[in-house]
């Protein structure tokens, strides 16, 4: 069976500077990875996801993230926050196997200050 | 990309009734959709997989005769929260998966229950 865990439930950070959302997950087959973006009252929306092939995904917004098998990591990052990136932010993971499931982290919120 | 609709939004109704909520694929078809619930600052927890013609599968600890899914078409999935309480005010979100692209699923933007 699969996890997500997602270490820091709230992370603050300063507008202009580095964001990193951990998280690192458990699979018994090749996973397919996901991060979503959640703003208040509303559902979710695809940042990015990992498949296969490049390790080094980009998303929407700035956003990229990295599939280290060995570590069983895909932190998200942004090289500069902006103050509209404030929101929910979860890791999720599937696998790549049919319509499997998704199964999602506990999610971080992601404050930024000015 | 892919579009999912919820209706209602937003749904206040008093304890004992039930309550329907639609989740639309409105640009491409979707055999799968899934239910979800949200907490207060709370992760999402999958309810159930509907499946278009035939009976949804229910997640452990999910009562079927309360969450009532019904699949009737390729775009359209429906929630029914039977003899609602105030314990099932929630954030109901619905999700579906679009064909050629299974991997990712497309969301819905969620409906607000309050039951009082």
């Known amino acids: 069976a699969q996890s997500v865990t997602q270490l820091g439930s709230h992370v603050s950070v300063s507008e202009g500077a580095l964001v990193l959302l951990r998280c690192n997950y458990s699979?018994?087959?090749?996973?397919?990875l996901f991060w979503y973006v959640q703003y208040p009252n509303q559902g979710l929306q695809l940042l990015l996801k990992?498949?296969?092939?490049?390790?080094l995904v980009k998303g929407i917004n700035g956003f990229e993230a990295e599939f280290k098998k060995s570590e069983t990591s895909f932190h998200l990052t942004k090289p500069s926050a902006h103050m509209s990136d404030a929101a929910e932010y979860f890791c999720?993971?599937?696998?790549?196997?049919?319509?499997?499931?998704?199964?999602f982290g506990t999610g971080t919120r992601l404050l930024v200050s000015p | 990309g892919a579009v999912v609709s919820q209706h209602p939004s937003r749904v206040i109704c008093k304890s004992g009734t039930s309550v329907k909520i639609e989740c639309r694929s409105l640009?491409?078809?979707?055999?799968?959709m899934f239910w979800y619930r949200q907490f207060p600052k709370q992760s999402l927890m999958l309810m159930a997989t509907?499946?278009?013609?035939?009976?949804?599968?229910?997640e452990q600890g999910v009562e079927k005769d309360k969450f009532l899914i019904n699949h009737a078409s390729l775009t359209l999935s429906t929630l029914t929260v039977t003899s609602a309480h105030p314990e099932d005010s929630s954030f109901y979100i619905c999700?579906?998966?679009?064909?050629?692209?299974?991997?990712?699923?497309?969301f819905g933007p969620g409906t607000r229950l309050l039951v009082l």
């Open positions: 999700s579906a998966p679009k064909a050629g692209g299974q991997e990712t699923q497309y």
């Open positions: 699979s018994s087959v090749p996973p397919y």
């Open positions: 990992y498949t296969t092939g490049a390790t």
């Open positions: 999720a993971v599937k696998e790549n196997t049919g319509f499997q499931k998704l199964v």
């Open positions: 640009d491409f078809q979707a055999t799968t």
């Open positions: 509907s499946n278009e013609g035939s009976k949804a599968t229910y």
